[in-house]
């Protein structure tokens, strides 16, 4: 019904900045939250950030809060996740994730992408 594309992955040195993109297609919906979710080697996938598709609700988890920024752009159907000073623990499979509640469970998501990696160098 929807798909997830996420984009923009790479390898950044330590400090720098990246931006990942997930673009949206098949069936969208303005009520849906968009989020980003990561994965290290070894962990857990772990909240990152979530905007609400109308409103510009935003919120983010203590760890990349003040470094990243969630953005969207609801012409095109895309979110971004703007990394900023990037550090080498922000090493880890990217997802975009879209689902009808807004919070920081997975489960409370859809529909996924298939990740992008993002590797930042010390």
């Known amino acids: 019904q929807v798909q997830l594309v996420e984009s923009g992955g790479g390898l950044v040195q330590a400090g720098g900045s990246l931006r990942v993109s997930c673009a949206a297609s098949?069936?969208?919906?303005?009520?849906?939250?968009m989020g980003w979710f990561r994965q290290a080697p070894g962990k857990e996938r772990e909240f990152v950030a979530a905007?609400?598709?109308?409103?510009?609700?935003?919120y983010y988890a203590d760890s990349v809060k003040g470094r990243f920024t969630i953005s969207k752009d609801n012409a095109k159907n895309t979110v971004h996740l703007q990394m900023n000073r990037a550090r080498p623990e922000d090493t880890a499979v990217y997802y975009c994730?879209?689902?009808?509640?807004?919070?920081?469970?997975?489960?409370?998501?859809?529909?996924w992408g298939q990740g992008t990696q993002v590797t930042v160098s010390p």
């Open positions: 994730a879209a689902g009808r509640l807004f919070g920081a469970w997975a489960k409370e998501y859809d529909y």
């Open positions: 905007i609400s598709w109308s409103g510009g609700i935003t």
């Open positions: 098949g069936r969208t919906f303005s009520t849906y939250t």
